[in-house]
């Protein structure tokens, strides 16, 4: 299992208030390397994909209407230890309980529309990279 990637989203939100550069900045800063980016309108079928593991909570609705209310951008980002540091870097899911710093604490306005996705586990970063490169021929590059 390769530890040194995460699979991170700039969600709709992020994208709408023109705060993508700004996010960017403070990823690249703590020294993560982007390997792979596009943009993206989801679909609703590939948002249900992707949070198939919440499809039985009270805001799955809701979080898909908000997944496909624009476009959106993955990534793949690495770093060692890269899903742990990513959590840390991104904060709470609840920007209100976010650490001082905290990209959703930082930019972040709700628990809903909290501007960026980062994966829980490398088993899930494996995962949501191939869901989103790995199968039409958009490979993570190597920068080492
Ligand atoms: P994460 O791992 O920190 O992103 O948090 P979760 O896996 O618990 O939730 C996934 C995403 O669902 C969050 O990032 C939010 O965008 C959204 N979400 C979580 N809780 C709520 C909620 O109570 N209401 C709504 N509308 N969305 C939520």
New binding site residues.
């Given amino acids: 299992m390769n530890t040194n990637r995460t699979l991170a989203i700039l969600?709709p939100d992020c994208v709408r208030r023109a705060l993508s550069g700004s996010v960017l900045q403070q990823i690249e800063n703590a020294g993560f390397k982007v390997c792979a980016l596009h943009m993206v309108q989801l679909s609703r079928e590939r948002a249900e994909g992707f949070?198939a593991v919440?499809r039985e909570r009270p805001?799955f609705n809701?979080?898909i209407d908000?997944m496909t209310s624009g476009p959106c951008i993955p990534m793949v980002l690495e770093k060692p230890n890269a899903v742990e540091a990513f959590r840390t870097l991104i904060g709470?899911?609840d920007p209100q309980d976010a650490d001082e710093g905290t990209i959703r604490k930082r930019f972040a306005s709700s628990?809903?529309?909290?501007i960026v996705?980062?994966s829980?586990s490398p088993e899930n970063a494996h995962i949501e990279i191939a869901y989103f490169f790995g199968d039409h021929g958009s490979i993570p590059v190597d920068i080492s």
Avoid: M, R, V
């Avoid at 628990?111 to 909290?114: F, G, L, Q, S």
């Fill in positions: 969600k949070y919440h805001f809701d979080l908000f709470a899911t628990k809903a529309e909290n996705h980062g829980d």
